[in-house]
């Protein structure tokens, strides 16, 4: 059964720096992109960054600049560095992949979620 396991949420005050970290685990041929998508309450789940399986980053106009994704591909981890962090990236974080399985077709796959709360 694949499994996607974020990591490394929780309350910082504003202008400091989180990582978070997503791992996929189970039996997968390949990863495509993977990313990291945020939702703050009463808003709609929006992307946040990206990286593609040849290392092409994309990022939210929001957090350019301040936000940083990045993967390993033999740990089948991603990760997003935050930094100057601000109250209005308070949200459920939630990574996703593009995935091929052992018995499946290439399918997207979600994490269960992590919350950042920047204070102010």
């Known amino acids: 059964q694949v499994q996607l396991v974020e990591s490394g949420g929780g309350l910082v005050q504003a202008g400091g720096s989180l990582t978070l970290s997503c791992a996929v685990s189970?039996?997968?041929?390949?990863?495509?992109?993977m990313g990291w998508h945020r939702q703050a309450p009463g808003k709609q789940r929006e992307l946040v960054a990206s990286i593609t399986s040849r290392g092409t980053t994309t990022y939210s106009d929001s957090v350019k600049g301040r936000f940083a994704i990045s993967r390993d591909y033999v740990k089948n981890t991603v990760y997003l560095q935050m930094n100057s962090l601000k109250p209005e990236d308070t949200a459920v974080y939630y990574c996703n992949a593009n995935i091929w399985a052992v018995g499946t077709n290439w399918d997207d796959r979600w994490g269960q979620g992590t919350q950042v709360t920047v204070s102010s």
């Open positions: 189970g039996r997968i041929f390949s990863i495509d992109a």
